[in-house]
């Protein structure tokens, strides 16, 4: 008799077919739980988030203002209006906190401060960093009550 020729099956080729299956398995996961975590973020609310973050950056170049020694008015007057606008939004960003006489007590107290500052705006670096360090601790007292 003739010498049986085997088969065409090559010996481990269940186990590459196994893996190769495996893998795209493993990468089919990773896209749908990247998909999955997306859509989840993007149900949830950014507005109180943004403004806390635009209302930080206009501070943070109030600072590096005073530290530049560029306090003239045309370079900090911006930055106080966007930061009072942005205070009027305080209410509508945190819904929850809206109605608590506290929370409306330091929004109030802050947007005070900005009107003083725009009312009599700051000559000189001194006065820019002093407003500056005013808004900061208004934050601050909000943050202590709210944020935890």
């Not at 481990?12 to 077919?17: L, P």
């Not at 398995?25 to 635009?54: E, N, P, Q, W």
Request: aromatic residues 6%.
């Amino acid at each position: 008799m003739s010498n049986p020729q085997p088969s065409s099956v090559k010996p481990g080729s269940n186990a590459t077919k196994y893996l190769f299956l495996f893998l795209i398995g493993l990468i089919m996961g990773v896209v749908a739980t990247v998909m999955a975590l997306r859509a989840i973020d993007a149900r949830k609310d950014h507005f109180h988030g943004s403004v806390m973050h635009v209302q930080q950056w206009h501070l943070g170049q109030l600072k590096q203002k005073v530290e530049q020694n560029r306090c003239a008015a045309t370079d900090v007057l911006p930055h106080f209006k966007a930061l009072r606008v942005m205070g009027d939004d305080l209410e509508p960003a945190f819904p929850d906190l809206a109605d608590d006489k506290r929370f409306g007590e330091h929004a109030s107290r802050m947007r005070a401060k900005l009107d003083a500052a725009l009312a009599s705006p700051p000559l000189n670096c001194a006065g820019v960093g002093t407003v500056n360090t005013e808004i900061g601790e208004a934050c601050k007292a909000c943050h202590q009550d709210f944020r935890n």
